[in-house]
Nanobody, 118 residues
Framework: QVRLVESGGGLVQAGGSLRLSCAVSGSVFGKNVMGWHRQAPGKQRELVGV???????NYADSVKGRFTISKDNAKNTVYLQMNSLKPEDTAVYYC????????????WGQGTQVTVSS
């Protein structure tokens, strides 16, 4: 059974930084992409940053230059470094593993709350 557990959220002032972690346990088969999404109150869940199948990373325009996604394969952990945080970054952040092609699966963590005060 695949399990994703996020941590590292919290309350931070605008301009501050946080690093989120996502520990992945269990066996994930086939080609997939791993990334971070977020959902603010009253809004739809949106992509924040993702590793593509080619190994590069893509980001939402709203976080480019401020957020960085990375991973430690030895620890099966994906990170989201968030710098220069803004109040509009306030949301629940979710880690995701999405299967590609014939590998039709989506695994989600429980989410971690990030609150940025002005």
């Amino acid at each position: 059974q695949v399990r994703l557990v996020e941590s590292g959220g919290g309350l931070v002032q605008a301009g501050g930084s946080l690093r989120l972690s996502c520990a992945v346990s269990g066996s994930v088969f086939g080609k997939n992409v791993m990334g971070w999404h977020r959902q603010a109150p009253g809004k739809q869940r949106e992509l924040v940053g993702v590793f593509t199948s080619g190994g590069s990373s893509n980001y939402a325009d709203s976080v480019k230059g401020r957020f960085t996604i990375s991973k430690d394969n030895a620890k099966n952990t994906v990170y989201l470094q968030m710098n220069s945080l803004k109040p509009e970054d306030t949301a629940v952040y979710y880690c995701n593993v999405h299967g590609l092609g014939v590998y039709n699966y989506d695994f989600w963590g429980q989410g971690t709350q990030v609150t940025v005060s002005s």
